[in-house]
């Protein structure tokens, strides 16, 4: 069965940085593509980051350009979300989610439960 | 800035069929967006109902249809039941590089 599961969220200050994870098993990772999209409390969906299966073509939302920064270890079936300078309205459910696999288009299909990221001073 | 768009809210009646819609404030919606569907509970992880306009994900019944619509993409319902009510959003691929979401439509049913 396909598992991704995320850590890291937690309660931190406005600029102050904090650094997600994620794991994944039941599939090959460095085949697919991954995505991370967050929920801020009550909110819609909203699609933060995402990274190809080698890692060399990268995206990211306008919202968090320059500030986040998605990684992958295809080794260690890991994605991680550096978050820096984070602001009020980061606070939110951050989701890892798989993406497509290798050139196909197909949106985030897998999603873990969710790590909750509350920024507040 | 494009910005993609979903009615707030929808009510159907029990059994009624339900056509919720996607659309983009500056462009018409086509197949190259790949249009898709997520269905999200309270509390519960999004899950993938329909994904390429058209193909449903495994799993989910076939009273959920994607479809393009005039200029839009369409995910009806038929047989709406009491487990259909929740929140349902759109995602569209832009720029050939990302997913963008609606910002949800509450389905009513009642």
């Known amino acids: 069965d396909v598992q991704v599961v995320e850590s890291g969220g937690g309660l931190v200050k406005p600029g102050r940085s904090l650094r997600l994870s994620c794991a994944v098993s039941?599939?090959?990772?460095?085949?697919?593509?991954m995505n991370w999209v967050r929920q801020a409390p009550g909110k819609g969906l909203e699609w933060v980051a995402s990274?190809?299966?080698?890692?060399?073509?990268?995206h990211y939302a306008d919202s968090v350009k320059g500030r986040f920064t998605i990684s992958r270890d295809n080794a260690k079936k890991s994605l991680d979300l550096q978050m820096n300078n984070l602001r009020v309205e980061d606070t939110a459910v951050y989701y890892c989610?798989?993406?497509?696999?290798?050139?196909?288009?197909?949106?985030?299909?897998?999603w873990g439960q969710g790590t909750l990221v509350t920024v507040s001073s | 800035q494009t910005v993609v768009t979903q009615d707030p809210s929808f009510s159907v009646s029990p059994g009624g069929t339900a056509t919720l819609t996607c659309g983009l404030t500056?462009?018409?919606?086509?197949?190259?967006?790949?249009p898709s569907w997520y269905q999200q509970t309270p509390g519960q992880t999004p899950r993938l109902l329909i994904y390429?306009?058209?193909s449903r994900s495994s799993g989910v019944p076939g009273r959920f249809a994607g479809s393009l619509l005039g200029d839009r993409a369409a995910l009806t319902i038929t047989g709406a039941l009491a487990d259909d009510e929740c929140d349902y959003y759109c995602?569209?691929?832009?720029?050939?590089?990302?997913?963008?979401f609606g910002g949800g439509t509450k389905l009513t049913v009642l």
């Open positions: 989610a798989r993406g497509s696999y290798v050139y196909a288009i197909k949106p985030p299909d897998y």
């Open positions: 039941g599939f090959t990772f460095s085949d697919y593509n």
């Open positions: 995602a569209l691929y832009m720029n050939n590089s990302f997913w963008v």
């Open positions: 990274i190809s299966t080698s890692g060399s073509f990268i």
């Open positions: 500056s462009a018409s919606v086509s197949s190259t967006h790949y």
């Open positions: 390429n306009t058209i």
